[in-house]
Nanobody
Framework: VQLQASGGGLVQAGGSLKLSCLVS????????MAWYRQAPGKQRDLVAT???????DYADSVKGRFTISRDNTQDMMYLQMNSLKPEDTAVYYC???????WGQGTLVTVSS
């Protein structure tokens, strides 16, 4: 199983970014997926999840600003991030939920 995350970058506060995660080696449409993030010096935290049936859930800190989605025809997962804040700065990881299959991480930096 391989996960490849992309889309990170530098953005000003209030801006937007869209992260992508390409998944291979697994029957994608059957599995739940998740985005996590890890800020410098902090633990890795759950940001958002999406089930195989498209049920979503979000950390309180990103509700109303971030949207998780998936395209089962492309084996892709996305994280649309709007109204970004400096505290959103972190390395973002995609994950097959409840497994040890992780992407390599993509850095998001939000400047004030």
């Amino acid at each position: 199983v391989q996960l490849q995350a992309s889309g990170g970058g530098l953005v000003q506060a209030g801006g937007s970014l869209k992260l992508s995660c390409l998944v291979s080696g697994i029957y994608f449409r059957n599995v739940g997926m998740a985005w996590y993030r890890q800020a410098p010096g902090k633990q890795r935290d759950l940001v958002a999840t999406i089930t195989g049936g498209d049920r979503t859930d979000y950390a309180d800190s990103v509700k109303g600003r971030f949207t998780i989605s998936r395209d089962n025809t492309q084996d892709m997962m996305y994280l649309q991030m709007n109204s970004l804040k400096p505290e959103d700065t972190a390395v973002y990881y995609c994950n097959v939920h409840h497994t040890d299959w992780w992407g390599q991480g993509t850095l998001v930096t939000v400047s004030s």
